[in-house]
């Protein structure tokens, strides 16, 4: 019988297999004729018995390696490597017979590549880092079930390489025997563009056709290369994504993912311009209904500056928003609420620097809404204060509202668990005791306000986080401050304090700022070095700092420091 180059792996093998493996000459022989043997005939690997040969025959090779001199043992991991870099045959019984293997060739580019040896996609040798998979289970049959029909056979080493899933079903005992996985995402063409893709890592191959399904079978499989690729070229493509695809998108990853932020700023986008038109278009109309019959993930709607009248708002009830940016709609009034009343999404109002929103309008705030931002309003007073006690608000933004007085202050509600008085002139002594009976207080922004450090004592100890940046904070201050155990993070820029202020402040700190801060010196940092829970130190512009006690401090703590900058003295000139 006439045996074509095709068989001939299968009577090397035969061959090779009766050898003995007595020692290190014989043992490295066969390597070589191994190499040899790979390296001629590509396509053994389409030949069931063959490959479970040729498996046999590595697995007993490799296992003897150690007992070799190092250069040696190079040549033995060189064959492991390249028996798991033969690209996995796609067609079961493709070389049966000559015949067969002809007809395939003529019609399927890809079966002549293999049977050539010029595979489109070579796995690069690298493909493994590790040598605790066996041959044979990296060779182990994996069949792929794919949207299309088709089925697909690979090897699960291959894909156990790149997938968390696969490794861990082949970990997983129950699982071990599984043989069968279905990506219902993937067509034949877009499986072929993803093998490829792990295999050279060309990023070219993702492209407008099969990005979203190459997402999703990564997701799938656990690819972690194909997820960032895919989320890189949706990133850089976004503007050529239709609306559909772009809810699809963030509904799927949700408001968390970074890249969440990027498609719901092309929704944004198409909402303003709609609401920017004299007249609303058939097609933003068909545009807002879509989006409120399929978007599911909450959005941050910013309609900030624009010249929307209230009836605007209207439109958007049905909308999944979760916080509403209304700040400077000088052509808003303070009905336009009653709108946002029947926004039950909406958790989070910012009406920043409008001049409509006076006591009336805050008294208007609906109930559903947990976060308030008034940032530069003017024209209300504390009774419009004391009004938004039967809501529930737990995040208030009340910074530069200069216009309240320390009274007006007082009527503050004490419900909060975040308060931003940032810049606030009129704060005094009742605004402190005000603060002090607001025992679910966590967050409290003080920077660039009056308060003096006498003041200070009336702070609540249950505070996580303190902003004092530009306050009148001196050592007795920060006696009070220590016995804050539950703090985590304290702003003392341009604090009046010096070493004794900070040996006094509390263990549980995390992130402290002593930006400015001249009257402290080395002494006060290097006293910093023991405070375990210490992470994050900012030392901007603390000049009378030396480098040695910035360098003795432990690596834990991330010091953001700069050295004084250089000065230099020019000679006078000398009088003629």
Avoid at 143 to 159: A, F, K, P, R, Y
Avoid at 310 to 325: D, E, Q, R, T, Y
Avoid at 377 to 389: D, H, I, P, V, Y
Wanted: glycine content about 4%; charged content about 20%.
């Amino acid at each position: 019988m006439n045996i074509s180059n095709i068989h001939k792996p299968q009577l090397g093998l035969d061959q090779l297999t009766n050898v003995p493996i007595p020692n290190s000459e014989n043992l490295i022989k066969c390597t070589e004729v191994l190499l040899d043997i790979i390296a001629n005939f590509p396509t053994l690997k389409t030949d069931s018995q063959a490959n479970n040969k040729l498996c046999t025959l590595v697995d007993n090779i490799f296992s003897r390696k150690e007992h070799l001199p190092l250069d040696n043992q190079k040549a033995i991991s060189k064959l492991f490597y390249t028996v798991h870099g033969l690209n996995p045959s796609r067609f079961e019984h493709l070389l049966e017979i000559e015949t067969s293997a002809k007809s395939w060739i003529a019609t399927h580019p890809d079966a002549k590549a293999i049977i050539e040896g010029k595979q489109k996609f070579p796995i690069s040798s690298s493909i493994l880092k590790n040598e605790e998979m066996p041959c044979k289970e990296y060779f182990k049959s994996l069949s792929v079930q794919l949207g299309d029909g088709t089925t697909v056979e690979i090897s699960q080493g291959l894909l156990a390489h790149f997938s968390d899933m696969i490794r861990l079903m082949l970990k997983n005992k129950e699982m071990k025997d599984t043989s069968l996985i279905i990506l219902p995402q993937l067509n034949r063409h877009q499986f072929d563009v993803l093998i490829a893709f792990l295999e050279i890592k060309n990023i070219a191959l993702v492209n407008e056709e099969n990005w979203l399904p190459l997402l999703y079978a990564g997701e799938y499989l656990q690819i972690p290369e194909i997820i960032e690729e895919c989320k890189i070229f949706i990133k850089q493509n976004i503007k050529k994504l239709d609306l559909k695809q772009i809810v699809e998108l963030l509904n799927h990853f949700g408001a968390t993912e970074i890249l969440s932020k990027h498609l719901e700023n092309e929704i944004i986008l198409t909402i303003k311009a709609g609401l920017s038109q004299q007249t609303l278009s058939n097609e933003f109309m068909a545009n807002l209904e879509y989006l409120k019959a399929n978007l599911k993930c909450p959005i941050t709607l910013s309609l900030g500056r624009m010249d929307i009248e209230n009836n605007a708002l209207n439109h958007l009830k049905g909308l999944p928003i979760s916080n509403l940016h209304l700040m400077q709609c000088k052509n808003l009034t303070a009905e336009c609420l009653s709108i946002v009343a029947e926004m039950p999404t909406v958790k989070g109002l910012k009406l920043g620097n409008n001049d409509w929103v006076d006591d009336n309008a805050l008294s208007k705030i609906p109930l559903n809404i947990k976060e308030l931002s008034l940032t530069g309003c003017r024209r209300f007073s504390g009774k419009g204060l004391a009004a938004l006690q039967k809501n529930k608000i737990i995040n208030f933004e009340l910074n530069y509202c200069n216009h309240l007085t320390d009274d007006d202050y007082f009527s503050l509600p004490t419900q909060f668990q975040k308060l931003d008085l940032r810049s606030c002139k009129g704060l005094g002594e009742k605004t402190m005791q005000r603060l002090g009976q607001m025992n679910e207080l966590r967050h409290l922004v003080l920077a660039n306000t009056p308060i003096t450090g006498a003041q200070i004592k009336h702070l609540p100890l249950g505070l996580h986080t303190l902003d004092l940046i530009g306050c009148q904070v001196d050592n007795d201050a920060c006696k009070h401050i220590g016995l804050m155990d539950e703090l985590e993070e304290l702003l003392l820029a341009r604090a009046k304090i010096d070493n004794e202020g900070i040996k006094s402040l509390p263990n549980s700190i995390i992130h402290l700022s002593l930006e400015n801060c001249p009257d402290v010196n080395d002494e006060g940092i290097a006293s910093l070095a023991n405070r375990n829970n210490l992470k994050f130190l900012e030392l901007l512009r603390s000049y009378n700092l030396s480098y040695e006690t910035i360098k003795n401090l432990p690596p834990s703590i991330k010091v953001n420091w700069q050295e004084p900058p250089l000065t230099l003295s020019l000679p006078s000139k000398a009088k003629k």
